[in-house]
Nanobody
Framework: VQLQASGGGMVEAGGSLRLSCVASGRTFGLVDMGWFRQAPGTEQMFVAAINWSGDSTWYADSVKGRFTISRDNAKNTVYLQMNSLKPEDTAVYFC????????????????WGQGTQVTVSS
């Protein structure tokens, strides 16, 4: 399985960005996909996840109400719509996929994409 993330960039506080993650290869068997982020000098942090059917989602408390995860299975793509961005959202964002449903634990994800930088200026 290969994951390709895109959509990062630089925005001012209060702005929006949409990240995309395209899955390719042997995607059969994947049960969910998620987003994590890591700021310099900090540990990787769970952001959001969505199951393969799209009817269950999970969010970190810090992004609830501001971020929305969704998916388009026809395109094997997961999106992270980020609104009302804050400077503390600045980080490298990674998408990931897993074979067993443990949606908020990075160690439980089996496949990872490259990161995409999100920078929010104050």
């Amino acid at each position: 399985v290969q994951l390709q993330a895109s959509g990062g960039g630089m925005v001012e506080a209060g702005g929006s960005l949409r990240l995309s993650c395209v899955a390719s290869g042997r995607t059969f068997g994947l049960v969910d996909m998620g987003w994590f982020r890591q700021a310099p000098g900090t540990e990787q942090m769970f952001v959001a996840a969505i199951n393969w059917s799209g009817d269950s989602t999970w969010y970190a408390d810090s992004v609830k109400g501001r971020f929305t995860i969704s998916r388009d299975n026809a395109k094997n793509t997961v999106y992270l719509q980020m609104n009302s961005l804050k400077p503390e959202d600045t980080a490298v964002y990674f998408c990931a996929a897993q074979l067993k449903l443990v949606p908020n634990q990075a160690s439980a994800f089996d496949y990872w994409g490259q990161g995409t930088q999100v920078t929010v200026s104050s």
